[in-house]
């Protein structure tokens, strides 16, 4: 926290002339006092409850967490920009009226061969908007109670992250992760807008932890199977690279598991099982889809750095980042917007919680080398594929420093950096102290470079 707010200060005086809104310090200061504070308290207080206790506290306590954003941005955001939007709104109002849409065809008995007709053979994004009509239909076109049920969503996502974590690393670590993901900023911000990273972080969360139960399940029968695959399939409806990414994460996780949690009978079993269904059901459009991101996979980095070099407002120096820079930070970035930038009003609001992001990395690396060591891979090797798989992708895409292409991830990382932060003994704390050192001139250089790029040092 020491280091959040010296940085803050000293930003803040040396760009003077572009210190953010007042509001937008506050927001920053409670996502981080807010996180950083009450993990430590709840995780202390709650350690002595039941595990019954523990998931009641969590999921209510997770739900009124988000519940008290979902209302207070509703109609923050309906003051600050005269509609229930964020900032600068594009997709969210998008998928609203396609919701909408959908809503009418359904109520009118059309059918969605338009929408489908619509979609042009492009099925990643569809989803969300599916999803939106037939929630409408059901509730009206109420943006409010759709929001409500975000607030829901990620107080059960809390719930599946604490079941994982403790399957796969005791209950201490998984109760640390759950109180991590209650309290982390960049979840609970999604719960006041209209985007799918609610639902698809849910849907994702869900997938590892009913494959983790499948892996682990000595009982071999399609009630076990058959989650994991169902999920899957909508994750490719969500955004093709995360359906990818689970169906790596699966099969790496049949191929290189622990024997003790899996005999060998059974994962040759399940292996030609489940590449049976993958290969009958995965075809067609969503085959082209999937052939289509590979041939554009090292095109789209550079041809979206060079554009925004060379856009009006954009930053010069964008297009000499690459995957080159981008991979080596990949557990740390982004890094946070801590002065004022025309349109990046929303990176700013939300700028404290890519400062945890930035803070837990330590503990990220710290596990993932602390696996290594000790030739523990195997026994985590689920959630680590999965986790390192995207974030690879993201970092050779044009989103690498986007932080709303990181939300599938981000419970994953909190789960390893539960798990880093119960290994660090006293011996390893020095170099804590010296990542805080490397985060503080990293957090200047990043704001400077925002400003310098844009020719306003």
Not at 9 to 30: K, N, P, Q
Not at 188 to 208: A, N, P, Q, R, S
Not at 241 to 254: D, H, M, P, Q
């Amino acid at each position: 926290m020491l280091i959040y707010v010296s940085a803050l200060v000293l930003i803040s005086i040396v760009f003077m002339s572009h210190a953010m809104a007042f509001a937008f310090y506050l927001f920053g200061l409670i996502e981080v006092v807010g996180f950083f504070y009450f993990s430590n308290l709840l995780t202390r207080k709650w350690s002595t409850y039941s595990p019954k206790h523990f998931q009641n506290n969590l999921f209510y306590t997770a739900f009124f967490i988000r519940l008290a954003w979902v209302l207070f941005s509703y109609y923050y955001y309906t003051v600050m920009t005269g509609q229930p939007f964020e900032f600068y709104t594009a997709d969210a109002k998008m998928y609203h009226e396609t919701g909408i849409s959908i809503h009418s065809l359904l109520s009118n008995h059309q059918g969605l061969g338009s929408f489908f007709d619509s979609l042009k053979g492009s099925y990643s994004d569809a989803g969300y908007s599916l999803y939106l009509g037939f929630v409408y239909y059901f509730i009206g076109d109420s943006i409010l109670i759709e929001r409500l049920l975000k607030a829901l969503y990620g107080a059960l996502t809390c719930i599946l992250v604490y079941k994982l974590a403790v399957r796969n690393f005791g209950e201490e670590v998984g109760r640390m992760a759950a109180i991590f993901c209650m309290l982390m900023p960049n979840l609970i911000y999604y719960c006041g807008l209209h985007l799918k990273e609610v639902e698809m972080v849910l849907l994702t969360v869900w997938f590892v932890e009913r494959t983790d139960a499948m892996l682990r399940n000595r009982n071999f029968n399609f009630r076990e199977i058959a989650p994991p695959l169902i999920i899957v399939g909508l994750l490719f409806f969500f955004r093709t690279v995360l359906g990818i990414t689970a169906l790596f994460a699966l099969f790496t996780s049949l191929i290189f598991s622990s024997t003790k949690a899996m005999g060998v009978g059974k994962r040759y079993l399940l292996i030609l099982w489940v590449a049976g269904t993958v290969v009958y059901f995965i075809g067609g459009r969503i085959s082209t889809e999937v052939e289509a991101v590979w041939k554009d996979r090292e095109n789209n980095q550079k041809i979206s750095m060079e554009y925004r070099s060379v856009q009006e407002g954009g930053n010069k120096y964008a297009k000499f980042a690459s995957a080159a820079v981008f991979a080596p930070l990949i557990f740390v970035i982004p890094f946070p917007s801590m002065i004022s930038t025309e349109g990046q009003e929303n990176t700013q609001l939300v700028h404290g919680g890519n400062y945890v992001k930035n803070l837990m990395a330590f503990f990220i690396i710290f596990a993932l080398y602390w696996v290594i060591k000790n030739k523990k891979w195997r026994d985590y090797i689920l959630i680590s594929s999965f986790t390192i798989g995207y974030l690879i992708i993201i970092a050779l895409s044009a989103f690498a420093q986007s932080e709303r292409f990181h939300q599938p991830a981000l419970p994953f990382l909190l789960i390893i950096a539960a798990f880093g932060l119960s290994k660090v003994t006293n011996s390893e704390k020095k170099y804590f102290k010296w990542y805080l050192i490397f985060l503080f001139v990293a957090l200047i250089a990043w704001n400077w470079f925002k400003l310098a790029g844009r020719g306003l040092t």
